[in-house]
């Protein structure tokens, strides 16, 4: 079980119809989720906090097996380096955000950090491209796995808005 976390329609902020029906059948799955758990022999959580929560609303056990980092392409670059390479700007502040494009990510708090920040600094967008202030922000996409991490390296922060964490999703 990767997160097993309570989302409700109420929640939801979006005015994309698209993006609705991504909630409403993220809602649906996860009323269905605890009947498909049930079915299980073994349950696997990838926290503490996932196993509680499942527990909690379901009544089910399950071992705590943690997400690992691959090393080999998750290390430390120096920071030039890493934005020469990704055609990222060596004189302004970058911060990176990597997510898609449901209204749980909280894209419109997105908008309004990099409104209210200086005019050095620029995001950099992983995923789900962010509109409104396409003159602040280098939306990318999709991008391939062997410069992913890179990315990381070229940033001087990375910001997360999201409201909730969790696919919710069957």
């Not at 976390?5 to 605890?34: C, K």
């Not at 392409?73 to 302004?92: D, I, S, T, Y």
Request: net charge positive; aromatic share 8%.
């Amino acid at each position: 079980v990767h997160d097993f976390g309570l989302r409700t329609l109420a929640s939801v902020w979006t005015t994309e119809p698209q993006l609705l029906a991504v909630e409403v059948y993220s809602f649906v799955g996860l009323i269905q989720t605890p009947r498909f758990l049930r079915r299980c022999t073994r349950l696997v959580s990838i926290s503490q906090l996932t196993r509680e929560v499942l527990a909690r609303r379901t009544g089910l056990d399950s071992v705590v097996i943690h997400h690992w980092a691959d090393d080999k392409r998750f290390h430390p670059r120096l920071k030039q380096e890493a934005r020469a390479g990704l055609g990222l700007p060596l004189n302004r502040k970058v911060i990176l955000n990597v997510s898609a494009g449901t209204a749980n990510k909280n894209l419109r708090m997105l908008r309004s950090v990099i409104r209210a920040l200086p005019e050095d600094y620029v995001l950099v967008k992983v995923g789900f491209p962010i509109k409104g202030c396409e003159d602040r922000v280098r939306n990318l996409g999709t991008v391939p796995a062997e410069v992913y991490p890179q990315y990381f390296n070229a940033a001087d922060a990375y910001v997360h808005c999201s409201l909730t964490e969790g696919f919710g999703r069957p």
